[in-house]
């Protein structure tokens, strides 16, 4: 079963701690830093390469039933455990911001603002057994096997490719499976008030609030660029 709201809480908060205090570490060690932080992505990309075709084959089969984007998935031992290694695998990402402080890199508000609320995402997915964010797992998973292969030597521009590709893919697919589940739920009377539909609002919420700062990130990329250019 899923931790309590107690545990969340503690849990993020304890994360949001440790963003500050990173600055004394910061570019302590970069070279010890940057093997591992590779060892750690390589890492991270296997285990979500095993991790994809399990999932898949355990929520695709209830995800079929279309009474479930309006009610939630049933409880089930299979389901409980795909969601429950989902959960406790964004306290394994929070390494990222660790290690690359190591490098001397600056976090940017999108990589702390993520990696410090997706717990609270992946436990909203668990206790409310959201079909629509069982989907948004398999689409998030799909794309750490190419991001975390990327930034750990796979340094192709068909896996950087895929990497945006998924990056916006797997947010528009939250977006719009968040927006059906709350229809749905709405439609059948169910008020914000209620857990399950207060639950895929916040969801919705975070979707959104990812993929707007992933496009600020990408447009200071464009901009830094075009400025390189200029000099």
């Known amino acids: 079963m899923p931790p309590s709201l107690t545990f969340l809480v503690a849990e993020t908060c304890f994360f949001i701690s440790m963003v500050p205090p990173l600055r004394w570490i910061r570019g302590r060690s970069p070279r010890i830093g940057k093997k591992l932080a590779q060892l750690n992505n390589c890492g991270y990309a296997c285990a979500s390469l095993l991790f994809?075709?399990?999932?898949g084959a355990v929520l695709l089969p209830e995800l079929m039933h279309g009474e479930s984007w309006s009610t939630s998935l049933p409880e089930r031992g299979q389901v409980d455990l795909i969601f429950g290694v989902y959960f406790y695998s964004k306290a394994w990402e929070?390494?990222?911001?660790?290690?690359?402080?190591?490098?001397?890199?600056?976090?940017?508000?999108h990589f702390?603002?993520?990696?410090t609320t997706t717990p609270c995402l992946a436990w909203l997915v668990w206790t409310y057994r959201s079909a629509s964010g069982a989907v948004?797992?398999?689409a998030n998973v799909l794309m750490h096997i190419f991001l975390y292969a990327y930034f750990g030597g796979a340094k192709s521009n068909f896996v950087f490719q895929c990497t945006r590709i998924c990056g916006h893919v797997q947010l528009v697919i939250g977006i719009?499976?968040?927006?059906?589940?709350?229809?749905?739920?709405?439609?059948q009377g169910s008020s914000f008030l209620d857990g399950a539909t207060a639950a895929e609002a916040c969801l919705l919420f975070l979707y959104l609030t990812y993929l707007a700062l992933l496009r600020k990130e990408l447009a200071g990329e464009r901009r830094h660029k075009q400025h390189a250019k200029v000099i």
Do not use: E
Not at 94 to 107: A, E, K, N, R, T
């Open 52 to 55: 994809v075709p399990w999932a």
């Open 94 to 109: 929070f390494l990222d911001i660790i290690l690359v402080s190591l490098m001397g890199i600056q976090p940017n508000l």
């Open 112 to 115: 702390v603002v993520h990696h």
């Open 136 to 138: 948004f797992l398999l």
């Open 176 to 187: 719009l499976g968040s927006t059906l589940a709350l229809r749905q739920k709405l439609a």
